[in-house]
């Protein structure tokens, strides 16, 4: 018993400082930073399309976090600028997703603004763009004989129009796509905004050395 203690004890030690520096410091750090200058609170059809987003399991394909230029050309990609910690103040559960099946929508409300372009992809992705691979959610819609007043009708091309009727958006399409819409992160980011500059820290190393060795 005794040979055991010793290893209980180093183990409770080890995870004690772990948890301290990679949960307690960055929480307490993040909370002290506030929401970003610029973003704005959800509004109601926002916040009930982001529980759209949420119970759908987008963040499986679709990250929200642009990476740096040293990290990743997500600028070029024309995903928006790198993000930090402000940005999500009001997002809960946070929705920063690892797989980029398909990409990041951190800024989609900036690139993709169009009701009708969201409604068409979400009902059948392939009437937008013949290779993708992103599955289709019929179920967020209704096949009508004809549109009632108020319903938004989402424009097929002939190949995916149904024969008779038309297809329109049920509520949570039009707030999953209010929520895509109001995804804009074009406001400038706080000076100290919390973000991990290793990567740029290691290419400016990278940059000094190789240009002490071209001096020589």
């Known amino acids: 018993m005794n040979r055991y203690l010793p290893l209980v004890i180093v183990s409770l030690a080890i995870l004690s400082f772990a948890t301290l520096l990679l949960v307690i410091i960055p929480g307490m750090q993040i909370a002290k930073s506030g929401a970003s200058p ?10 009930r399309g982001r529980a ?13 976090q642009p990476r740096d230029e040293a ?14 910690s402000g940005d999500y103040a009001y997002d809960t559960p946070h929705q920063l ?15 993709l603004p169009s009701q009708g372009w969201q409604l068409t992809h ?3 992705p392939r009437a937008i763009a013949s290779w993708s691979i992103m599955p289709a959610y019929p179920y967020l819609f209704a096949h009508k004989a004809k549109a009632d ?3 938004v009708v989402v ?18 399409a039009l707030d999953l796509v209010s929520y895509l819409q109001g995804m804009k992160h074009d406001y400038a980011p706080p000076t100290d905004g919390l973000r991990d500059d290793g990567y740029e820290l290691m290419a400016a190393q990278q940059h ?5 060795k071209a001096s020589k």
């Open 149 to 151: 007043p108020g319903d």
């Open 71 to 84: 990290q990743a050309p997500d600028g070029e990609r024309g995903w928006g600028r790198a993000s930090v």
């Open 38 to 47: 610029g973003l704005k609170p959800y509004t109601v059809a926002e916040a």
């Open 122 to 124: 979400l009902y059948q």
């Open 208 to 212: 000094n050395n190789d240009a002490a």
């Open 97 to 111: 997703g690892t797989m980029r099946t398909g990409p990041d929508l951190m800024n989609i409300g900036d690139r």
């Open 52 to 64: 759209v987003y949420v119970s759908m399991g987008c963040l499986y394909c679709h990250s929200q």
């Open 155 to 172: 424009k097929l091309p002939p190949a995916y129009a149904p024969k008779t009727g038309v297809i329109v958006a049920k509520q949570d």
